[in-house]
């Protein structure tokens, strides 16, 4: 018996496709500011004066960075609630991804903190900046540029992960594949087109990334 | 109705991850044999088939690993073959390990002096000669503080399996749950056993790189 591939059913699907591509930025938009704004902080805790803010940030770090994330998100979703707190899918997806992806690119943000000269603070203090002017205006610009890169990737590969947050029920672009394959039972096909989709938006992601990086930090930027 | 007492739950978990282990060995032996193929053809001299490598490790780690696995879930059936979950897991992961360690090797051969290459060629090694004898072994040298590092995102990522069905560990902290309904206790349980997997490669891939000579 030969099995012919059938793509018939995907102009009915389109709309439900598009949803839940939408549903995946949406998430991955959300895990990005929070996660990086959240790493900026324990980055700087990881160099502050308190040993024990120090000690907390790295077995925050160990630990999430040698568990899988499936767990996590099974922890926070399944686990969480015998202890009280109930949360919504959407909102124990992005908790579940903004703290995992912040144990990863708080060594990144720590290590381009580490990258831009002490010089340059020393020079800002100088001129008479304001201890928080010169971190913002001066040094996070400076170890931004450098680790751009390094945290794009990271941005895709957490939007690639996102993929599994549909094993809770968000509809996002993998779980409407889990229903539309279930409806039509063209399960390869479905899958192929949504594993494209995927490819896109992590291609597109890593353009717009570059672009914006060009735009806000200057050249040099790739 | 069972009871089960933490022993219990533990016992089971405990035994469960040696589906896990097994799973990780074989795809990271699988991985190997296959990323070397595909590194052969990323750094080959024709240039469709230095494409194609670079084609190949841009489609797996540009996909969600979770398509990957439904993909071969779901159409190694169509080309004739009869897939079990466990099947579809060990050569899902191994492509997916395949296209990473290609990538992390690719990174070794092309750090290396291209003096390397000339001395290789200058006592008349022919390139396969070249590439056993002299290349390979300082580019897997250099590069395993990564390829470690990748072993420990590997074992990881077999968690993910058990989405598409493959008893191990996590999957069967799922069914656990459903009978015992303490997922605080049974999920906290699996992190520890992961991170007690996990965190030994993590401190042995830093102590190598910090071993690493300096450039």
Known sequence: MGYSLDFGWLRDAAGAIVHGAAMTLFLIACTTVLGILISILFAAARRSRYGVLRKAVAVYVEVIRNTPFLVQLFF?????????????????????????????????????????????????????????????KIILPQALKVIFPALISQVIIMMLESAVVSQIAVRELAHEADLLQARTFRSFETYFVVTLIYLGLSMAIRRLFVAGGRRMLGAGVS | MIEFTLWDILRNLVFATRWTLLLSIVAFAGGATVGLLILFARISKQKWLRRFGSGYIALFQGTPLLMQLFLMFFGLPMLGFRIEPWTAA????????????????????????????????????????????????????????????????????????????????????????????????????????????CYPLTQYARMLERKMPAH
Not at chain 1, 82 to 98: E, F, K, N, Q, Y
Not at chain 2, 103 to 111: D, H, T
Not at chain 2, 147 to 172: C, D, H, M, N, P
């Open chain 1, 76 to 136: 926070i979703f399944f686990g969480l609630p015998s202890i009280g707190i109930r949360l919504d899918p959407i909102v124990a997806a992005i908790l579940a991804m903004t703290l995992n992806m912040a144990a990863y690119t708080t060594e990144i943000v720590g290590a381009g903190l580490d990258a831009v000269p002490k010089g340059q603070g020393e020079a800002a203090f100088a001129l008479g900046l304001r201890p928080r002017q010169v971190f913002v």
């Open chain 2, 90 to 197: 060990a050569l899902g992961l191994t492509f997916y390990a395949s296209a990473y360690l290609a990538e992390i090797w690719r990174g070794g051969v092309e750090a290396l002096p291209l003096g390397q290459w000339d001395a290789g060629a200058s006592l008349g090694l022919h390139r396969l000669q070249e590439l056993r004898l002299v290349i390979l072994p300082q580019a897997f040298a250099i590069t395993r503080p990564p390829a470690v590092g990748f072993l420990v995102q590997l074992i990881k990522s077999t968690a993910l399996t058990s989405i598409i069905g493959f008893e191990e560990l996590l999957r069967t902290a799922n069914a656990i749950n459903n009978a015992t309904f303490e997922p605080f206790t049974v999920y906290g349980l699996v992190a520890v056993i992961f991170f007690v997997l």
